[in-house]
Each structure stands twice: as C-alpha cells, then as structure tokens.
T-cell receptor, first 111, second 114 residues
Framework: ETGVTQSPTHLIKTRGQQVTLRCSSQSGHNTVSWYQQALGQGPQFIFQYYREEENGRGNFPPRFSGLQFPNYSSELNVNALELDDSALYLC??????????FGSGTRLTVV | KNEVEQSPQNLTAQEGEFITINCSYSVGISALHWLQQHPGGGIVSLFM???GKKKHGRLIATINIQEKHSSLHITASHPRDSAVYICAVRSTRNYGGATNKLIFGTGTLLAVQP
C-alpha cells in the first residue's frame, strides 16, 4: 500500500501571493485532514474533507480553502499569503474515524 | 491552558537509558496517538491506543482513561531515537462535524547522546 504523498516538499512565496499544496491519500482512505504546524508548535487543525466535502474546520480564515477529488486526493489553497502563514503543512488521511497516516509535509516560507 | 499537555518539553538522555514521556489531556477522547517527528520532517504514527498498553520493539505506550494520562516509554534508547515525540488525542467533541480531528500537544524534543 502507498502512504500519503505531499507536494511540493518546500516552497517559497511572496506576501500577497496564492499557493496550492497537494496531498495524495493512502490507498483505501476516504478522509483527508490538513494541519498547520508553526515552528516550535504542535500541529493545528485547518479542516477535513470527506467524500469531496468539507467536514469540519478549525480556527482558520476563509482564505484557507480546500478541495478533495473523487480519488480522495486533496488540495489546500491559501490566498493573500501573510508572513505568519509560514509553516509546515501536514496532510493526514484516514478511513473515516480510524487511525491516520501522515504525509511528510510541505514547508512553506512566505517572504 | 492547552487541552493536551506533554512533559518534559526537552529531554536529553545517554544511550541505553530508559525514557518516559508523559501526556495529560483535559477533553474526552476516543483514541490517543503517539507520533514521531524528525527535524524538518513529516510525522510518523507510532501508536494509536484507546485503552491499556501497546508494545512495538523498544517502544511501549500506556494509557489510563480515568486519569486522562498516557506515557510513552523507550527502552535501551539509541541516538537514532532522537526526534520530537508528539501526543495527539482524538476528541469526542464535535468540531462542526469533523471526525478524527486530532488535538496535538506541543511535543517533547528528545536527544539521545552516544
């Protein structure tokens, strides 16, 4: 079975730009959650997608949005990037409410 | 106060030592994860448990649901065990419909010296 793959691994963007991060779920998993991990902090829940619909959201503004595709892969989009958006973005897939498999993350730097 | 608290925040050990990392939480949970994160890297799930104890190689995880406490033990520690160990709980609270949402502790940075 394949694990969770995230791309790109590293990314540098300028303040005000938009970014799209991608996640391929583990085979057989239908739920994807996205987390933001700032330096020295634990990951914070952004949102979750199940069957292509948002299924819960953490305390993040609307400029953080996502998509889930029929093959259960997912995208995280962030508009109007701010310096504080610099973080490691983690994707975790699961089969509904069972154990999660994490990707290696995308390191986003906003300058 | 964070819903998930870990201790210690930093831990330095000598190779071969027995290590314990603690996690306390204040919410109702359906499961608890112990995760490992290497510097700059992604997260690897070590254990998911909802009761009792689990063992995998030199790693042992225990949980006491009544006391809302879990421990991760590493026996015969080795420099390759150096990483951040994170406790995360799956809360039973409904976050706008999200299931399997995890609440993370801030991690314990472990350094095992040869």
């Amino acid at each position: 079975e394949t694990g969770v793959t995230q791309s790109p691994t590293h990314l540098i963007k300028t303040r005000g730009q938009q970014v799209t991060l991608r996640c391929s779920s583990q085979s057989g998993h239908n739920t994807v959650s996205w987390y933001q991990q700032a330096l020295g902090q634990g990951p914070q829940f952004i949102f979750q997608y199940y069957r292509e619909e948002e299924n819960g959201r953490g305390n993040f503004p609307p400029r953080f949005s996502g998509l889930q595709f029929p093959n259960y892969s997912s995208e995280l989009n962030v508009n109007a990037l701010e310096l504080d958006d610099s973080a490691l973005y983690l994707c975790a897939s699961s089969l509904w409410d069972r154990g999660s498999t994490f990707g290696s993350g995308t390191r986003l730097t906003v300058v | 106060k964070n819903e998930v608290e870990q201790s210690p925040q930093n831990l330095t050990a000598q190779e071969g030592e027995f290590i314990t990392i603690n996690c306390s939480y204040s919410v109702g949970i359906s499961a608890l994860h112990w995760l490992q994160q290497h510097p700059g890297g992604g997260i690897v799930s070590l254990f998911m448990l909802s009761s009792g104890k689990k063992k995998h190689g030199r790693l042992i995880a225990t949980i006491n649901i009544q006391e809302k406490h879990s421990s991760l033990h590493i026996t015969a520690s080795h420099p390759r065990d150096s990483a951040v160990y994170i406790c995360a709980v799956r809360s039973t609270r409904n976050y706008g419909g999200a299931t399997n949402k995890l609440i993370f502790g801030t991690g314990t940075l472990l350094a095992v010296q040869p």
